[in-house]
């Protein structure tokens, strides 16, 4: 049985899905209630609940596990009593390249680590979805606004990462390996509205927001140290934040999707 943290959210809905669909038993862990496939458990508890938990993990073997509640140990010791000898951990490009601004992705690979479990860490970059940011100006007045707008990353689909976690957890041979996960290709904020504009068939402007205008509205939903990280990342990448892995590619045998694929696949959000 594999348990998925995050289950009621944007990977990891993906993850417990495509393992569903693969003919695995499924436990799906989450504090609001998840949508499931049919004969998925659910178990709705609080990561930082060692009670809670101890029900979830009863008679697993595989864990994928996100960056979430303050104790990555006593999640990690919960897992292990249950069985669990597999950890798939969603972790962050920044843990590894800007680790003073990371510290929580950080404290969880550290802890997946030296769990004395077969681990595997995934490091995504920027996911294609975050211009969901942009869902109700788009809609409202076809316009997106961010900072940046001409420097390019190369942003990954959610559900590459979701196709990632799910082979990891059910395949051998990734133990021990830092899968960095990106897209194919680069692409500039600029470049995105213009996909999401073809993907609406109408033209989508492209407003560019002073670094301070982004800071005041990522601090709206996001902790400090993680707007300074993210505005780093943004503004000055560094070349490993630029670079197109091959990662994705490796683990499934196929390139990863492009910002044009999702916004196609998307283009409901902001019609
Ligand atoms: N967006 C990016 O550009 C980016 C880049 C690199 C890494 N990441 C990482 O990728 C991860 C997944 O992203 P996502 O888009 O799938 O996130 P998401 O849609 O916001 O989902 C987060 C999930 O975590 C669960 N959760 C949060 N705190 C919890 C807690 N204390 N106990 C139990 N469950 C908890 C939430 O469930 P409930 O609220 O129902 O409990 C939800 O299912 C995030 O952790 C993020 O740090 C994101």
Do not use: C
């Amino acid at each position: 049985m594999i348990v998925v943290t995050g289950a009621s959210g944007n990977v990891g809905g993906q993850v417990v899905a495509l393992l569903a669909t693969a003919g695995e038993r499924v436990t799906a862990v989450s504090r609001r209630p998840a949508e499931l496939p049919e004969g998925v458990r659910q178990v709705r508890v609080d990561l930082d609940d060692p009670a809670g938990l101890k029900d979830a993990f009863d008679g697993a073997d595989a864990l994928f596990l996100l960056v979430a509640g303050q104790d990555p140990q006593a999640i990690l010791d919960a897992a292990r009593a249950g069985g669990v000898r597999r950890v798939v951990l969603l972790s962050s490009q920044g843990a590894g390249t800007r680790p003073e601004f990371y510290r929580h992705p950080v404290a969880f690979e550290e802890a997946v680590r030296r769990s004395g479990l077969e681990w595997t860490i995934l490091r995504p970059g920027g996911f294609h979805s975050n211009v969901y940011a942009w869902a109700e100006s788009v809609r409202g007045g076809r316009t997106a606004a961010a900072p940046f707008g001409d420097i390019g990353l190369p942003t990954i689909d959610p559900a590459d990462i979701a196709e990632v976690a799910a082979t990891v957890l059910r395949e051998d041979g990734h133990a021990g390996r830092v899968y960095e996960l990106t897209g194919p290709a680069p692409t500039t904020p600029r470049d995105r509205a213009a996909a999401i504009g073809a993907a609406l068939d109408t033209p989508v402007r492209f407003a560019e927001q002073t670094r301070e205008e982004a800071r005041a509205q990522m601090l709206r939903f996001m902790p400090e140290q993680v707007v300074e990280g993210t505005l780093a990342i943004l503004g000055e990448p560094t070349d490993a934040e630029r670079r197109v892995s091959p990662d994705v590619e490796r683990v499934l045998g196929r390139a990863p999707r492009s910002f044009a694929d999702w916004a196609g696949r998307n283009a409901a959000a902001f019609r």
